[in-house]
């Protein structure tokens, strides 16, 4: 197959050797090949993975250390612009919600208990979050 230039983006795909190697090869393969069909532009990068892991490593990166930092960058910015919109006294009892979500998501993805005395807890911060927006 001679390489041909496209006035399209190309799709860029980037395969793992577990997807290569594993049961939804063969599908992958074949949506491959249904979009080079199509006409579609198709890139497939695959490899380097060993690679950019050894290279972490050698730096001291931990990604879900990074990952981490980033969220918590991203929750600064998000607050000083909470800050700059509603004043303190409402903005702050907002952040309550946030152990709402964290015990919902710990039950949710994590299968933590969620015992009697902890959902009375969470009806206590709904209703005192409502009557703080109320006010």
């Keep these: 197959m001679k390489p041909t230039l496209s006035a399209k983006r190309p799709i860029v795909i980037k395969l793992g050797g577990e997807v290569v190697g594993g049961p939804v090869g063969a599908a992958v393969a074949a949506d491959i090949a249904t ?16 690679q950019a892991t050894a290279l972490q490593k050698s730096l001291g990166i931990e990604p879900h250390i ?20 509603v004043e303190v006294s409402i903005a702050y009892p907002m952040l309550s919600i946030g152990y709402v979500v964290n015990a919902i998501a710990a039950w949710y993805f994590l299968g933590e208990a969620v015992t009697p005395m902890r ?17």
């Design 35 to 50: 979009l080079t069909a199509r006409g579609e532009p198709v890139v497939v990068v695959h490899g380097g993975g060993p």
């Design 66 to 85: 990074v990952g981490g930092i980033g969220c918590y960058v991203i929750s600064v910015v998000v607050w000083i612009l909470a800050l700059s919109r």
């Design 119 to 135: 959902l009375v807890g969470i009806g206590i911060i709904i209703v005192g979050v409502y009557v703080v927006a109320r006010s």
